[in-house]
């Protein structure tokens, strides 16, 4: 008598996926990397390096212009848009991160004011997803999410509104940055459910986040009355939610365990160093001191860029469907990042070439994680590929 | 059908979850649903208290679970991790359903004893 056949509900969920859809994921995948190639290398150009055979490309100048908003909005915005899409399960939702990867290339094709009005767009259809996600489950992390889903609406709309020109990206900085700095807030709140939290926790964090948002709106609508207040407030609040994820993140903990469990906890925990000096280098930039590339870079790179580095061995196969074999091999692009943000922050702080040198290894670890993933997707089709043609055979 | 015969589990230790079916597979289910790890956590599901219950019956195993949070992008990947691993140790002919549901809300209550120590409770 034959076998039965097991019916598995995978099967039966397999999504169909009609042109259309594979066009848009493929143009937004191109996207996402343009996004993140030419803002790493508007970056560098920023720096004084100028990479071989692009001196002349045209779109190196606007990166070089629009090097916060190709990373902030046109790369992280467009992962965390996909992210949250796919938790919603709502294909309208995948607009948003459509919309804030092609304004990503407009900026980079000197369309500057397209792009800008189409990452606003991004950032309104991004409130509406961040809208549903609360109605579904209304707590703490989810109005945190829609707090985080505004400010990067309000940061994209004074970009919008100046026409991404000028002092767009400088206006739109502490909201681009709290938009990333919340929705890891949250993120990192929604964990301490698993330990054992005090009524306190929640409300320290509460009063670290309006500060810093009190410090941006200052930034923006008050500094003319005092410029350094604003930075102040958001600088302090950097540094105070530093000090709140060291007390209370599951890091701690999580740390002592093994594999790729631990390695998160590390991607986080160098974080959150870095976050502290962060604050303290925005406050300083604040009052004159020459500090705003280290407080920009501790922020960007050594606290978020290192978060997106523990997380994509998870979020990776959630969003793309590949699966990566975590290994040890994982550590050496961290180290990297870590090490060239030191030598930026360090001695590059009194000397320009130092600080470049820094810079290109701020790009080298990045290169190398892309490296990493790719390698680690392969290895793991090696051996599950290998396991499962085993399992057919027998 | 492999011939499993429908009882209630009268085993020693209690199930971590409810749980509604043959007393022999009892055990392979739990160790099957405990190799799920979320790696954020560094906990398996089973000791974060997301399986809600597991009712297995002549053609059918269903898996009642949970998330942390509605935002949780990677709720396809552990259900996708919870079906291979149930494939493997279930005899052919049962159909695998994961439901995924929100009520009650998890809470923090759930978790195992072992779960809560590493955690600092």
Request: charged share 15%; aromatic share 8%; proline share 5%.
């Amino acid at each position: 008598m034959a076998t039965p056949q097991r019916v598995r509900p995978a099967a039966r969920r397999a999504p169909s996926r009609p042109a259309l859809a594979v066009a848009l994921r493929a143009l937004s995948i191109a996207a996402v990397a343009a996004s993140l190639l030419s803002g790493i290398a508007g970056g560098l150009l920023r720096v004084g390096v100028v990479l071989p055979s692009t001196d002349d490309a045209p779109w190196l100048a606007q990166a070089g212009m629009q090097h916060a908003a190709l990373m902030i909005c046109g790369f992280l915005g467009t992962v965390i848009g996909i992210e949250r899409a796919v938790a919603v399960k709502r294909r309208l939702a995948f607009a948003a991160p459509l919309a804030s990867a092609l304004g990503g290339v407009c900026l980079l094709l000197g369309r500057v004011g397209p792009g800008a009005r189409l990452m606003l767009l991004a950032a309104l259809v991004f409130v509406a997803v961040n809208g549903v996600v609360v109605a579904r489950q209304r707590a703490a992390h989810t109005w945190l999410l829609l707090v985080a889903a505004l400010a990067w609406l309000c940061g994209c709309a004074l970009f919008a509104l100046q026409g991404g020109q000028g002092d767009a990206v400088a206006a739109a900085l502490p909201w681009w940055f709290a938009f990333l700095v919340i929705t890891i807030a949250a993120e990192r709140l929604e964990m301490t459910r698993l330990m054992r939290r005090g009524p306190a926790m929640q409300a320290l964090l509460g009063g670290v986040l309006l500060l810093m948002l009190a410090g941006a709106a200052w930034s923006t609508w008050l500094s003319a009355w005092s410029p350094a207040v604003g930075g102040l407030l958001f600088g302090a609040s950097l540094s105070l939610l530093a000090a709140w994820l060291a007390v209370f993140d599951i890091a701690r903990r999580t740390v002592f365990a093994r594999g790729l469990s631990r390695y998160m906890a590390v991607c986080l925990l160098g974080g959150y160093t870095w976050l502290a000096v962060a604050g303290a280098a925005w406050a300083g930039s604040a009052y004159g001191l020459p500090l705003r590339d280290a407080a920009l870079h501790a922020l960007g790179l050594g606290f978020i860029v290192s978060m997106m580095m523990g997380h994509a061995p998870v979020i990776l196969p959630a969003v793309a469907r590949v699966k990566l074999q975590f290994g040890a091999l994982f550590y050496l692009p961290l180290l990297i990042l870590h090490g060239s943000l030191a030598l930026r922050l360090g001695a590059g702080l009194a000397d320009v070439a130092m600080r470049a040198v820094g810079a290109v290894g701020n790009a080298a670890a990045i290169a190398a994680f892309v490296l990493t993933v790719i390698g680690a997707a392969f290895v793991w089709q090696f051996h599950h590929g290998a396991s499962r043609a085993a399992e057919v055979i027998r | 059908m492999s011939g499993v015969a429908r009882a209630p589990s009268v085993d020693a230790a209690p199930a971590p979850f409810p749980y509604d079916g043959p007393a022999a597979l009892r055990q392979p289910i739990i160790d099957a649903l405990e190799q799920v790890v979320d790696p954020e956590v560094a906990l398996n599901i089973v000791d974060v208290g997301l399986v809600y219950g597991v009712s297995v019956d002549a053609t059918r195993l269903h898996v009642r679970l949970t998330m942390t949070s509605a935002a949780c992008p990677v709720v396809d990947v552990i259900i996708d991790d919870v079906e291979r691993e149930l494939d493997r140790v279930l005899p052919a002919g049962l159909r695998i359903e994961v439901e995924l549901v929100w009520e009650p809300a998890w809470t923090a209550e759930r978790m195992s004893e072992g779960a809560k120590r590493f955690m600092g409770w």
